[in-house]
């Protein structure tokens, strides 16, 4: 059955992407910032038959199941459609301060999004593949968007070169399941799992489809090109990449576990328990080290990766209503971090424009000459180590409450002590920033940048608001995590 009203989002965005074409070749280039301004009028369309989905209520299935939107989809879309626009507002004065094709660039953010899109409903193999890909592919262009610069180069490649290569370990994971069930879609998989659940080639095929993943979502090990690519692609690309795609990632593993694979869960569970205590603690220890602000939120990009996966990680041990906690524990974490992480980008984006520079040290004494835009940097950073009364509060105690579910679990427990130690030691590496931005003097003479462009201020108060209002006010973000919490769960 082809239900319109159900795929209006998508066919939206395919006609927003060509709307942002037509305005980057008709207008003269120094209006071509009405791209951008299109691309945001186009995704905020696109919410708008979500909201009339979510009224309607029920789930709607088309093409033999394939492709499925419910309340799960219809949350994941909103967050990354109102994540794009985020990130279009950070990127208008940014490429506006230098010499980039505005047009293409604004395209390729889009189409990637819509892949994101595609993914929160997608439920067979193929259609969640296709998905990743058209997030993944405009991404390795973006990454390079400065092309004369030597390390925006280098990322861009970097990100193509294991980009490619964990879709190749997905795609042959992909395989494995599917010739061992002889089946694509995700509800047939599952119905399958129980005759071949002691077949090694399935067995393999969980595991590579998880590795396949673990590379999108920049989990340790497969983190390395995370810090080098957020350090040399664009500051609002970076910001897409740490929400947009990594989101984009944690989706289709929350979907492809909990739907096709919620019978193999004494596969995924403990290779996910390894996973999220490696990330939480190399993204923690590395972050630690580092000088530059940027590379500092790519590591802690990968940290908060571990937290996202922490819940998950347990839902193999859990039943029933812990079962469903664990997912809500792992979605409403995502749904918190990422606004409070756009937020932290769109301040560095700002202070960058400030002071010339992402190094920490050149940040000190920036509260003496700019205190608006250090106490939104201070804001961001307190809520991303979870310091109440901010959102990252809530995030962290859904976590914990989601893992704590059973207190006689030893599993549980022990990721929960590795998780609290972690969320200490992320605290020292984001003071440390803040200490340089409040408590260092100030240089002789002050950097003299230009003013907030109002698209950025725009983006700042967007995120400022979400995250204050989630932290005072959790049941905002936790409605929405509670609506989407009917994933297919056995």
């Given amino acids: 059955m082809f239900d319109y009203h159900a795929l209006l989002p998508e066919f939206i965005l395919g006609a927003t992407l060509l709307v942002v074409l037509g305005v980057d070749l008709l207008v003269a280039p120094r209006r071509r910032w009405l791209a951008g301004a299109a691309g945001i009028v186009g995704l905020l369309a696109a919410g708008v038959p979500l909201l009339t989905l979510a009224g309607v209520g029920g789930t709607r299935e088309m093409f033999a199941g394939s492709y499925v939107v419910d309340d799960f989809a219809l949350v994941v879309k909103g967050l990354f459609l109102v994540a794009g626009a985020i990130v279009l507002l950070a990127s208008m004065s940014y490429l506006r301060g230098d010499r980039y094709y505005e047009g293409e660039y604004y395209f390729l953010i889009l189409a990637s999004i819509a892949g994101a899109v595609v993914m929160a409903s997608a439920r067979d193999l193929i259609t969640m593949f296709i998905g990743l890909e058209l997030v993944s592919a405009p991404a390795f262009l973006l990454a390079g968007w400065r092309k004369g610069d030597l390390r925006s180069n280098e990322a861009s490649l970097k990100f193509f070169l294991i980009g490619v290569l964990s879709s190749a370990v997905l795609l042959f994971g992909m395989s494995l399941v599917y010739g061992t069930t002889g089946e694509s879609t995700f509800t047939r998989i599952a119905g399958a799992t129980a005759a071949v659940s002691g077949e090694s080639a399935f067995v393999l095929g969980v595991l590579f489809t998880l590795v396949g993943f673990g590379f999108k979502i920049a989990a340790v090990p497969f983190h390395f090109w995370a810090p080098d690519t957020y350090q040399g692609a664009p500051l609002p690309v970076a910001a897409y990449l740490s929400v947009g795609s990594k989101g984009a990632g944690v989706v289709g593993l929350l979907t492809i576990c909990y739907s096709a694979f919620a019978g193999a869960r004494d596969v995924w569970g403990p290779a996910l328990w390894v996973l999220a205590a490696l990330t939480m603690t190399v993204g923690n220890l590395t972050a630690l080290r580092q000088s530059n602000v940027v590379r500092l939120l790519g590591y802690s990009s990968v940290a908060h990766a571990g937290f996202i996966l922490v819940p998950f990680a347990m839902a193999a041990a859990f039943e029933g209503p812990a079962l469903e906690e664990a997912f809500f524990g792992s979605l409403t974490y995502l749904l918190v971090y990422a606004f409070m992480n756009l937020g ?147």
């Fill in 344 to 490: 932290a980008f769109a301040a560095v984006i700002a202070i960058a424009e400030r002071t010339g520079s992402r190094e920490i040290d050149d940040w000190a004494g920036l509260a003496r000459y700019s205190p608006t835009l250090a106490t939104l940097l201070g804001v961001f950073f307190f809520s991303l180590a979870g310091i109440p009364p901010l959102a990252g509060w809530f995030a962290k105690f859904v976590m914990f409450k989601a893992v704590l579910g059973d207190p006689g679990n030893a599993w549980g427990v022990s990721l929960a002590v590795i998780a609290a130690v972690n969320a200490v030691i992320a605290l020292f590496f984001y003071a440390r920033v803040l200490k340089a931005a409040f408590m260092d003097p100030a240089p002789e003479s002050l950097p003299e940048g230009a003013p907030l462009s109002r698209p950025l201020a725009a983006a700042l108060v967007i995120t400022l608001a979400v995250t204050l209002a989630a932290g005072f006010y959790p049941q905002l973000l936790a409605f929405f995590g509670e609506a989407a919490r009917g994933l297919a769960l056995p």
